[in-house]
């Protein structure tokens, strides 16, 4: 009987670029990243989909859902998961470099995360803009470029590339928003649960807190906003949707203690 063929701590990294980037339900071999992605490992597609469905065995929020992965995970499928969730900025960024290495660095249009149209310019997560100077500000700025891939990605793949006030589905208007600003809180800059997709328009009034969201996800809108009304457009844009619940991701939702800290740091009517 042949042996079944152990899995690289480097595999098991991109398995779960692939999980964090993957809805629940596309976890299976027919999806068209899962069999590319098993072929260059040299693995079959049910291989590296069970993979994923071990992975998904630890995630709480699909366990609260009532939804259950494979039973079979390992003590290194676990370890794998561990790492991520206590240094989400270093295995964030280590996993899209394993990912993009294995298609040259160049990933098609077809295997892209979440799948988007073609030739758009669709803008990234926000990063101070400065010019790098010294080989190591170089690599510092180039880590930090596929930490955004890999932080967008996660972010509207979860969201299912809607924003989650108003659901606009328009790739090139969406934001994966950090709810701690990135500057001021580099450790949980790739952590997804500190992540939102937003649309541009309110996108800009989380970041300059003129909206925030409660402890039970719903819109909370500042006295600095609704000293402008009335206002069509604050009407459609805002207004709309005070007091509701925005469309929750299914898995890594945003953090309580973090939307906490924004209403009590960023929110203007503190």
Same mark, same amino acid.
């Given at each position: 009987m042949a042996l079944r063929k152990g899995w690289t701590r480097d595999e098991l990294i991109i398995a779960m670029n692939l999980y964090c980037k993957l809805p629940f339900g596309q976890l299976d071999s027919?999806? #068209?990243i899962i069999i590319e992605v098993a072929q260059k490992l040299g693995r079959t597609p049910s291989s590296l989909s069970m993979k994923l469905c071990?992975? /998904?065995?630890f995630d709480p929020v699909l366990q609260a859902r009532g939804?259950?992965?494979l039973r079979g995970a390992s003590k290194a499928d676990r370890g794998i998961w561990q790492e991520f969730y206590t240094n989400w900025e270093e295995l964030g960024v280590k996993s899209e470099e394993l990912l993009q290495e294995l298609f040259d660095n160049v990933i098609p249009e077809e295997y892209q995360l979440p799948r988007q149209p073609k030739s758009q310019n669709v803008r990234e997560i926000k990063i101070p803009k400065s010019q790098p100077t010294g080989e190591t500000e170089v690599e510092a700025s180039v880590k930090a470029r596929i930490g955004q891939s890999f932080f967008r990605q996660t972010i509207l793949a979860n969201y299912n590339s809607r924003c989650c006030i108003t659901g606009n589905p328009i790739p090139q208007l969406l934001i /994966?928003?950090?709810i701690l600003p990135w500057g001021d809180y580099p450790e949980h800059r790739l952590d997804p649960h500190n992540g939102l997709c937003l649309?541009?328009?309110?996108d800009a009034a989380f970041d300059g807190g003129m909206i925030t969201f409660d402890e039970d996800y719903r819109l909370v809108l500042s006295s600095y906003l609704?000293? %402008?009304l009335p206002e069509n457009v604050l009407e459609h844009n805002f207004v709309a949707y005070h007091g509701k619940q925005i469309? $929750? #991701?299914e898995k890594f939702q945003p953090n309580p203690n973090f939307l906490r800290r924004h209403r009590e740091e960023i %929110? $203007?009517?503190n």
């Open positions: 027919r999806t #068209p071990n992975l /998904a065995s939804i259950q992965g /994966a928003s950090h649309a541009r328009t309110q609704e000293s %402008f469309r $929750l #991701p %929110f $203007l009517d």
